[in-house]
Nanobody, 121 residues
Framework: QVRLVESGGGLVQPGGSLRLSCAAS????????MGWYRQAPGKQRELVAI???????NYADYVKGRFTISRDNAKNTVSLQMNSLKPEDTAVYYC???????????????WGQGTLVTVSS
């Protein structure tokens, strides 16, 4: 069994910063792409940022220049540094990863349980 566990959400004032972390555990052979998504109340889940196994990154336009995604392949973790936060960044943030398991080899798309980020004064 493979799972992702997020941490680091909370309440922050506009203009502030938060760092989200996500750790993968279980029978992992390799983790390919890892990413962060978010879902605000009444809205669909949307991509925030994604990072490939080699470190290539892609960001949604609305977070470019403010958020930075990074990963540690040795520790099977991915992080999201969020700066200059805005009220519209308020959402539940989900970690996502494409994971190849140890034998029997399987490819899985795995989601974390989500962590709430609230940006408010």
């Amino acid at each position: 069994q493979v799972r992702l566990v997020e941490s680091g959400g909370g309440l922050v004032q506009p203009g502030g910063s938060l760092r989200l972390s996500c750790a993968a555990s279980g029978s992992i052979f390799r983790i390919n792409a890892m990413g962060w998504y978010r879902q605000a109340p009444g809205k669909q889940r949307e991509l925030v940022a994604i990072i490939g196994i080699g470190g290539s990154t892609n960001y949604a336009d609305y977070v470019k220049g403010r958020f930075t995604i990074s990963r540690d392949n040795a520790k099977n973790t991915v992080s999201l540094q969020m700066n200059s936060l805005k009220p519209e960044d308020t959402a539940v943030y989900y970690c996502n990863a494409d994971i190849e398991t140890r034998p029997p080899y399987r490819s899985l798309e795995v989601w974390g349980q989500g962590t709430l980020v609230t940006v408010s004064s």
